[in-house]
T-cell receptor, first 113, second 113 residues
Framework: EAGVTQFPSHSVIEKGQTVTLRCDPI?????LYWYRRVMGKEIKFLLH????????ESGMPNNRFLAERTGGTYSTLKVQPAELEDSGVYFC???????????FGQGTRLTVV | QKEVEQNSGPLSVPEGAIASLNCTYS??????FFWYRQYSGKSPELIMF????GDKEDGRFTAQLNKASQYVSLLIRDSQPSDSATYLC?????????????FGQGTILTVHP
């Protein structure tokens, strides 16, 4: 069974550009999460989808970040326009239930220059 | 005060020794507690989770939880060089925060032959 997959694995963009990260959760997992780790800091929660609905988006930094999960399958996280402080590793995770084990993807390393 | 704090590393132990990793959390309403292992450049991988006060053992790993002291720990017995990794403590709340993990900054463990 495929795990959580994320695309791309690395992205280098200039300040002001737009980047879209994609996450394919494990098949059948209704719960999908986005997290971010910036240099030297702990992994921080961004948001939580249950199917196509946003259950909790309390961790989204600002309105430059837009997450979608059309049809309750894969999810995208768009950053527009990107700023230098957006650099970090963006992790996606999925779980069957809200209280069950969350499986993480390999992450997308975003560098904004 | 950080929401989840882990003992500062790096932690270095000889092969065969017991490695002790500690974590404290600030939210008394926290429901579930997780230990993830992350190898460099890889995704976090769940090792143990614990919900109830006391000890939970799985092979060489033992998780200990004391909700009154807001403390959770992970013991690794008979440490192996392959255990060298960053260990992440994560806490899950309840209510509308279900599913959301709050991470500590991680403790780097090195097991030397």
């Amino acid at each position: 069974e495929a795990g959580v997959t994320q695309f791309p694995s690395h992205s280098v963009i200039e300040k002001g550009q737009t980047v879209t990260l994609r996450c394919d959760p494990i098949s059948g997992h209704d719960n999908l999460y986005w997290y971010r780790r910036v240099m030297g800091k702990e992994i921080k929660f961004l948001l939580h989808f249950v199917k196509e609905s946003k259950q909790d988006e309390s961790g989204m930094p600002n309105n430059r970040f837009l997450a979608e999960r059309t049809g309750g399958t894969y999810s995208t996280l768009k950053v527009q326009p990107a700023e230098l402080e957006d650099s970090g590793v963006y992790f996606c995770a999925s779980s069957l239930g809200g209280y069950t084990e969350a499986f993480f993807g390999q992450g997308t390393r975003l560098t904004v220059v | 005060q950080k929401e989840v704090e882990q003992n500062s590393g790096p932690l270095s132990v000889p092969e065969g020794a017991i490695a002790s990793l500690n974590c404290t959390y600030s939210d008394r309403g926290s429901q579930s507690f997780f230990w993830y292992r992350q190898y460099s450049g890889k995704s976090p991988e769940l090792i143990m989770f614990i919900y109830s006060n006391g000890d939970k053992e799985d092979g060489r790993f033992t998780a200990q939880l004391n909700k009154a002291s807001q403390y959770v720990s992970l013991l690794i017995r008979d440490s192996q060089p392959s255990d060298s990794a960053t260990y992440l403590c994560a806490v899950m709340g309840g209510g509308t925060s279900y599913g959301k993990l709050t991470f500590g900054q991680g403790t780097i463990l090195t097991v030397h032959p």
